[in-house]
Structure formats: C-alpha cells, structure tokens
C-alpha cells in the first residue's frame, strides 16, 4: 500500500533531488521516443536542448524568446504569491501590442526622442488597463480572477484582431491584415550589431531585478509573501489586501503590456495579427517553473526559450515532426512541475491497508 | 565584443558553407500550418515531394512546420539560411516581412515569397492564378443552383479573395442571369468551427450552393449533411463529401519548384513576380464527381479548356463596379499589377468590402 502524505516541512532534500529526477526521467521518456521513430536519441536531445545556446546568433535568439516570456513570468509570480490568480498574461500582452502599436503609428512621422518612451508607456498602460477591469471586479463584487482574467485574453485578443484589419491596417498594404512598418525612431535598439537582442530583453532582467527586490527587501515584498502564506494571519497583521492586490495586478499588467509593446517594436517592426505564439500562458509555467520567484523566473524563461527554439531546430537539422517535439516538451514540463510535487509531499509504503 | 566577433566568424562559416555546396541544391520549406492540415500547407508539401521525386539526389529538402507569423518566423527562416540551405519558400503571407529583412542579410541564398507584394534582389514571389479556377466554379454553380443563390465563404478582405468573389459572379451570370451572391467574412485561413458556422448561415439563407476560400474541408461536410453542394479548396477535398463535392481546384506546386530549383542549379534564377494557372498547371481541376448531370460536366470541360487557352479572361471589360464606375474599359483585359490591386465588388454584387 502506497500512501501519500504531507510533509510537515518541504523537504531539502528533494528541492535539490526534484530537478535532476525530473531531467533523468526525460532523458529516459526521450530515448525511448526518438528510438522508436528511428532518429539518434542523443542527437535528438544534443539539437532540442544544447544546439540553441551552441553559437552567438542562437543565443542572441534566445534572449528575443526570453524577454517576453520573463517579463509576463515576473508579474505573475508577485501575483501568485499574493494569492491573485492571474491567467490574463496574456490579454495584458496584446493589449500593450495594440496600444503601443498604437502610439507608434501615430509617432510614425514623428521626428520627436519622446516617441519610443511614450509608445513603451502606451503599451504598459493598456496592459495596466487590461489587468485592472478583472481586478476592479474581483476586489468590488469578489468574482473569479481567473475566470475573468482568461476572458480579458479573448477580448484583448478579438479587439487586436479587429484593429489589424480596421484603423490601424496599412492603408498601402493591399488590404492584407498588417500595420503600416513603425518608423525608426519608435523601434526598440537593438543591442548588438547582427543579433535581434533588443531592449525589451534589458527590461526583462531589469523587471525581474526589481520584481525581487520588491519581494524580499522590502515591507511590501513581506506582506504579499505573508498574505500568500495565510491570508487569515496577513488580515489580523493589519495588511491590507486590496492594496495589495491592486499593486501586483497592475505590475503585472505593466510588465505583460510592455512584453506586448517590446514584440511589435522589437523584432516584429510592425503589429500583426499574430504577435504573441502563447507567451502569456506559457509564463504560467515559467513562473511555477521559477518556484514563484523572480530570479527563479530568469532560468525558467531561460529553459522554456531553449526548449521553444530546439522544436524548430530538431525540424531543421533531423526531420522530426513538430507532433513529437510537442509532445517532448510536455513530457518534460509534466516531470519537472510533478516532481516538485515530492517537495511538499511524500510517498509511505505500509504492509496493511488502511481506510 | 567578443560577441560581435563571433558573429563575424559566424557570418564567414554561413558564407562558406553555402559556396561548397555543389551538388545537391538544399531547399527549405518554411509552413504556415501543419503539413496534415489537408489544405494549403499540405499541397505545399506535395510540392515539396514532387520537387524531391524530380531531382533525386540532386536536391536535398527540409521543411518547418506550424511556424508562427509573429517574431518566430525571421529566426526559422535564418536558421534556415544558417543550415545552408541555397533555396528558401516561404509559403505564408504573414513571412513577407521576415522574409526582406532575412534575404538582405544572406544574399547568396535565394528566396521564394508565395502571395506576397515585396521583391529584392533575392527574393521572388509567386501567387496562383485562382480566379481561372473560380471562373470555372462560377459557371458550374451557376448552372447547379436551383435558388440561384451562390453563397461564398471569405477569408480576408484582400485583392485576391475580391477578385475571385468577383469572378464567381461574372461566370455564374453567364449561364444564368438571375443569380445573387451572398458573401461571409470569416477573418480566417483555417477554422473549421466558423467555416461551418459560415457555412450554415448561407445554407439558412437559401444559398445551395457553397464556395469558400478557406482552407479546411468544413464547408463541404456541412453542405454534405444538408444535401447542398460545394467545392473543394486547395487539395482535393472529394473524400470528405461524396455527394456534395462538385470538384475540387487543387494547388499544384511542384512544377513551379521544380523549375525554381532548375533555375537556381543553372544560375538563370532572377526575381520575379510570378503567376501561374491552368496553362502552368499550377492550378488543377480534380475529381470531377460523377453523380453531376451531363451537360454540366461537358460545360465543366468546355470552360476549362477556353480558360486553359487563354480564349477566357475573366477580367476583361467593360466592367463596371457596384457603385456605378467603369472599372476595366470595354475591350481591355487586367494586367498582372492591375489584378493584384482589384479593391471593388462587380455589379449585381450586393454591399460592400469590410475595411
């Protein structure tokens, strides 16, 4: 008989063990499914896992696919720990795409230094917007952040869609769903000549430096990290949790609108209807990936761009069907979260059977 | 700037390794969908084995599927570049951009841009004659109909969706004066849940006969269950609808790959705005279904062969638009520009292009 049962203390010991059980198992899981569609296991894992941080023009990529994946990550572990369960990353995301894009379409003859600071504002404040109707009425009338949060990622969604192929499509483009391409003065710098690392990936480390700072040396930091603890303990303290939950949401709402902005006039140049592949929901699984901290985020969004940009090389240089990467990366997200599982919990084996 | 040097030495090896390689010719296939999505992508890889099954050992290609239009696309396709490849298609709309700014960097490598506008000094385009196969269309729907209502399921209001809604109804008046077209717009290349949502709400309004522009086999199920009758789109579509299939106007594209491919082995490759139909065999009618009356099927072969010829060209004037101008001057016949830029509804087509 196998039990489960909580431990009284998360364990050490498995904080350290969890990752490196949860890698072997993948190692194990990938073997067998790069064996059994007859491609070499250890070229398979060398592409999808070494071959993205293998020469400069890759990493440089990799930085371009973290930015947007730490910036979202970073909000969304303050909002976890306050206990505001934020699932409209997102919406907040395209929402900074589409305001910013906006900004910068009306900068787009502008010869003026305030244009790409005031764009970068326009896309934190749509995304603070986005953030702030579900959080208004989860704080007013107490309903479901998360429900509520996830249909802002349908409205942010559909209202992008709907200005692409209206006001803001390219009046010289043929009718094609796309914006006219920003000028030069609302496009984020890149940082290195031949390499798209913009400064939208600076943010990102910059946001997760202050997103820990905030939690861990500061008063506000404290309570959020009590409130997440125990809600009933942080209220009798005295903190007060609408505040608290208003600042994480519009952080949050911030850092994903500026993700969404930092796309479109970084390595995008324009606003399409497809800007984001899902980062606001794959920053769920960074964030959780990260432990809900913010340094713990920036390796997390690390790994997720790796494993993001070995799919497309394990289909470039073996042949291997996205299916089966897809399906490998999720093997591997599914060992890494269950896993920790073991931090919390452990398993007991009885003789007899118990009720 | 370490960094920078290394992405020199990177810069040198790409360039190097493009010059050794002589024989074979690498082709790289970048795909907007899935290559099962039975639609566009899927006839895009037929092309891409036709292109293999003709030159054997001599080329050697690699494809990426489900490739994001977004920020993901300019890295797949320069990875593409990096990994040597000589020859690059890119087959979606949305790679238009991707595609300028990626050629500018690897001017060794040719590219292939299918439905795009944007031309360099590498980069060629080529979109399909689709209108010769709606003309077809037209004048068998017209003579199907027994409500005299065509109804046609639109994706994006660009030139090439307008021009073929405006070739159905020219041919269609031709063999039957009292027809109506009734138009959907969908806002999509693929989605079966509103392709039949589109596809019940014309049926509802009396159209029984069905055309879309959309990708998936949704519409021609839907026309099945009701007893109405569709076309098949993009690839032969007639297994998913034995009895409604009318036929289907399938995307061949390997002789355009192989001549492509030809061109750029021999060195004769230049950029061009290319156009091909039913002379080039580009564009195909397949799997005329048996149960339809005689007459239509002769007329079927009829108008195929005078449109084949070049004895019909749809676009030749007068045409006068749906606001009461002459659009295209009595005896005159569009050129390649004029067509892709054809923003106006026929007359006799009711309302008006979504903007």
């Known amino acids: 008989m196998i039990l489960i049962q909580a431990r009284t203390e998360p364990s050490n010991t498995m904080k350290f063990v969890s990752p490196l059980l949860a890698v072997t198992l993948t190692l194990i899981f990938g073997g067998i499914l790069f064996t059994a569609i007859g491609k070499s296991p250890v070229q398979a ?58 900004a910068a379409l009306y900068f787009i003859e502008s010869e003026s230094i305030f244009a790409l600071p005031l764009t970068l504002i326009a896309g934190m404040l749509s995304g603070m917007i986005c953030a702030a109707i579900p959080t208004y009425l989860k704080l007013r009338f107490n309903s479901n952040l998360i429900l509520t949060t996830i249909m802002f990622n349908y409205i942010a ?115 399409v209807p497809n800007v984001s592949p899902g980062y606001g ?75 | 700037m370490k960094l920078k040097s290394l992405l020199v030495g990177l810069g040198l090896l790409a360039g190097a390794s493009i010059a050794q390689a002589e024989d074979p010719l690498k082709v790289g296939f970048v795909y907007v969908g899935p290559v099962g999505d039975l639609g566009w992508s899927y006839e895009h890889d037929l092309g891409r084995k036709g292109l293999e099954a003709h030159f054997g050992d001599k080329v050697e290609t690699t494809f990426v599927e489900n490739v994001e239009e977004g920020a993901d696309s300019e890295r797949v396709i320069t990875q593409l570049a990096k990994a040597g490849n000589d020859l690059i298609f890119t087959t979606s709309f949305g790679f238009m951009n991707p595609t300028i700014k990626v050629a500018k960097r690897f001017p060794k490598v040719t590219f292939e841009h299918a439905t795009g506008y944007k031309r360099s000094k590498n980069v060629g385009t080529y979109v399909l004659r689709t209108y010769e196969g709606r003309y077809v269309s037209g004048v068998t729907a017209g003579m199907m109909t027994k409500t005299n209502k065509i109804g046609y399921i639109a994706s994006f209001p660009i030139p090439e969706v307008i021009r073929d809604i405006n070739t159905i109804y020219m041919a269609a008046k031709t063999v039957n004066p009292d027809v109506e077209m009734k138009i959907v717009w969908v806002n999509t290349w693929y989605d079966p849940g509103k392709e039949t949502d589109a596809a019940n709400a014309l049926m509802d309004q009396g159209v029984d006969i069905l055309v879309q522009h959309t990708d998936s086999p949704a519409p021609l199920i839907a026309a099945e269950k009701r007893g109405m009758r569709a076309f098949g789109q993009a690839s032969d579509m007639s297994q998913f609808a034995p009895e409604a299939h009318i036929f289907s106007v399938r995307d061949n594209w390997a002789p355009y790959y192989i001549s492509i491919a030809d061109a750029v082995m021999k060195g004769t490759w230049k950029p061009q705005d290319y156009w091909g139909g039913f002379k080039e065999e580009i564009l195909t009618i397949e799997s005329i279904n048996p149960n339809l009356p005689a007459d239509v099927k002769a007329k079927i072969s009829e108008t195929y062969a005078a449109v084949k010829s070049g ?34 509804y026929v007359e006799g087509i009711e309302g008006e292009i979504p903007r």
């Open chain 1, 45 to 102: 894992l060398q592409v999808l896992l070494i071959a993205p941080l293998s020469d400069a023009y890759n990493i440089g990529e990799m930085f371009v696919k973290m930015g947007p994946l730490l910036l979202c990550a970073v909000g969304l572990s303050l909002c976890y720990r306050a206990n505001m369960w934020n699932i409209g990353a997102e919406g907040q995301l395209l929402a900074g795409a589409l305001g910013g894009s906006a």
């Open chain 1, 157 to 271: 969604l559909y209202l992008l869609i709907w200005s692409v192929h209206g006001p803001l499509r390219d009046p010289q483009g043929y009718g094609f769903p796309e914006s006219a391409l920003f000028a030069d003065n609302t496009l984020l710098p890149t940082l290195f000549e031949d390499s798209r690392i913009h400064l939208g990936v600076l943010f990102a480390l910059i946001a997760s430096v202050i997103g820990w700072f905030i939690l861990t040396k500061t008063h506000l930091g404290f309570q959020v990290r009590v409130f997440g603890a125990d809600e009933s303990a942080a209220k009798y303290a005295g903190f007060k949790g609408n505040k608290l939950g208003w600042l994480v949401m519009l952080f949050a709402g911030a850092l994903a609108g500026l993700a969404g902005v930092s796309e479109t006039t970084g390595p995008i140049g324009q606003l």
């Open chain 1, 281 to 355: 929901y794959s920053a769920i699984i960074v964030a959780y990936l990260g432990r809900l901290h913010p340094i713990g985020a920036i390796i997390a969004a690390v790994f997720m761009a790796v494993l993001y940009m070995g799919g497309d090389l394990a289909q470039i240089e073996m042949g291997i069907p996205v299916a089966v990467v897809s399906m490998f990366q999720g093997v591997l997200l599914f060992f890494l979260l269950a896993c920790d599982f073991f931090i919390n919990n452990r398993l007991t084996f009885t003789n007899q059977a118990t009720n």
């Open chain 2, 311 to 344: 004895e019909i060209k749809p676009f030749t004037g007068p045409i006068t638009d749906n606001k009461g101008n002459l659009v295209v001057k009595a005896g005159y016949t569009l050129n390649d520009v004029e067509l892709a830029q054809v923003n106006w």
